[in-house]
């Protein structure tokens, strides 16, 4: 792929971020696709990169995700983001908490025939748990 279209890419997977567009999101991940989450773990297959991305929008209804250029290295690409947002819907079985939060991430992603075929969200998810409250930070 060619740099241009790599960026074409990572435009169409922020729009559909930035909509929550599950449908448009699907095509841009390769069949074989892996997605490595804090969140979610580990999803093998296009199909379960998408159920795990969706059950983040659904915890998350107004989550906007804010991204700097991203940085490319052949088939390697790093977005550097910050995502913010509120608590408005479950979480891994817990209910909603109304609380806001915001968190830095780093979206690590591999391309190739024009999808991503592996991506790794990194990101500190025992903060992200502690701003919503469903841990409880000691004091230092």
Do not use: W
Request: overall charge negative.
């Amino acid at each position: 792929m060619t740099r241009d279209e790599i960026l074409a890419l990572c435009e169409r997977r922020q729009e559909a971020f930035d909509r929550a567009d599950l449908e448009a999101l699907a095509p841009l991940y390769a069949d074989t696709a892996v997605l490595n989450s804090p969140m979610t773990g580990i999803a093998m297959g296009r199909d379960a990169v998408v159920k795990a991305t969706g059950a983040f929008f659904a915890a998350f209804p107004d989550a906007k995700v804010v991204a700097e250029p991203p940085l490319i290295d052949g088939g390697r690409v790093a977005i550097l983001a910050e995502v913010s947002g509120t608590h408005n819907g479950a979480l891994m079985a817990l209910p909603p908490s109304g609380k806001p939060f915001r968190f830095k991430v780093v979206f690590a992603l591999e391309v190739a025939d024009h999808h991503i075929v592996n991506e790794r969200r990194i990101y500190d998810f025992t903060g992200l748990l502690v701003q919503i409250g469903v841990l409880k930070a000691r004091p230092a």
